[in-house]
């Protein structure tokens, strides 16, 4: 088949190697235009966009999904199908040029975590499992018909960096047999139960506090969650403290949610049910540093907010 990849982001990167050795020729890549990266540097181009270019393939640079030009560029290329790997919200008008159809791969088991943050809400809410899935787009976000999924297990300390670079690995591989597949005429197609619906939706500074007020277990599913980015905070004194990594401790209470309590093993905090263990901090202008170095370093009488 002829394919046009759309992608950005390294979770991208996988998937379009994988359909670079296959039987399956990619026409052209898209991505998102060049953009200053780092202090001061040079428009620098996405990783998928490097990518293909180290492949030989042509590219394209999407700036304006209901630009006219764009639209005409891809319809001149004739795509049999268009594959789209953690990329932008495409209009209707694109997604029906392809005479096959277009396809994405979303990093959750559809019609669950539906949106732009599936792997982290998946953590945060103390999922036991998640996976991929490989899904006809239509005009709604995540919507479509499904082609394949498979499962995997979230383990109990797996943050969200740990089950992007395995997922981006496992959703390749799935990929490219859906494509197959299609390819041969034997995809089974499954509807979504929209009732099922769960969302994923972008994460901001608000929606990534912690609230000590909540069980040990929710406070911990949190952290990991928002691990490695956009990560964890809380405040301490008048001080955005980020928390990287925890771990569950004692179930018992000692204060107040927020106090914090040193033992033998580190640095804890009360949580509602429980005491967390805090295992990795940053305070602004420093590096990462422990627990125990906090413990060391700084005024353990503070209340975290």
């Keep these: ?21 296959s039987d399956h020729k990619i026409i052209a890549v898209v991505s998102n235009p060049d953009k200053r990266r780092g202090r001061g540097g040079k428009p620098q181009p996405t990783v998928v966009k490097k990518k293909a270019v180290e492949l030989g393939y042509p ?9 006219d030009v764009f639209k005409e560029k891809l319809k001149e290329l004739k ?9 932008r919200i495409l209009p209707k008008d694109i997604l029906a040029i392809p005479t096959i159809g ?10 669950k975590y539906r949106g732009a943050a ?5 953590i945060i809410n103390g999922e036991k499992e998640t996976g991929c899935t490989v899904f006809f787009l239509d005009e709604k ?6 082609i394949g999924r498979f499962k995997t297990e979230i383990g109990p300390m797996e943050t969200t960096g740990d089950l992007y670079n395995r ?11 859906c494509i197959d597949q299609i390819a041969e005429g034997n995809d089974q197609r499954m509807a979504q139960n929209h009732e099922d619906a769960t969302p994923a939706p972008k994460l901001f500074n608000e929606n990534t506090k912690i609230d000590f007020s909540e069980s040990v277990e929710n406070v911990h599913n949190l952290i990991r969650g928002l691990n490695p980015f956009p990560t964890a905070w809380c405040m301490y004194d008048d001080k955005k403290l980020n928390v990287h990594r925890s771990k569950p401790g004692p179930m018992k209470k000692t204060g107040e949610p927020g106090e914090l309590v040193e033992l033998d093993e580190g640095l804890f905090v009360q949580c509602k049910d429980g005491l967390l263990q805090l295992k990795e901090l940053q305070l602004p202008g420093t590096k990462r540093f422990s627990g125990l170095d906090f413990m060391n370093g700084y005024d353990t009488s503070v209340v975290l907010k």
């Design 167 to 177: 997922l981006k690995v496992k959703g390749a591989d799935l990929l490219k047999q």
């Design 102 to 111: 277009s396809i994405n791969l979303h990093a959750s088991l559809l019609p």
């Design 118 to 122: 599936p792997i982290h809400w998946a």
């Design 141 to 146: 976000v995540d919507t479509g018909e499904i």
């Design 79 to 87: 795509p049999d199908l268009l594959v789209v790997v953690a990329f």
């Design 1 to 21: 088949m002829r394919i046009v990849f759309m992608g950005s982001p390294d979770f991208a990167i996988p998937s379009l190697e994988a359909i670079h050795n």
């Design 59 to 67: 590219t394209l640079d999407l700036e304006d999904p209901k630009s």
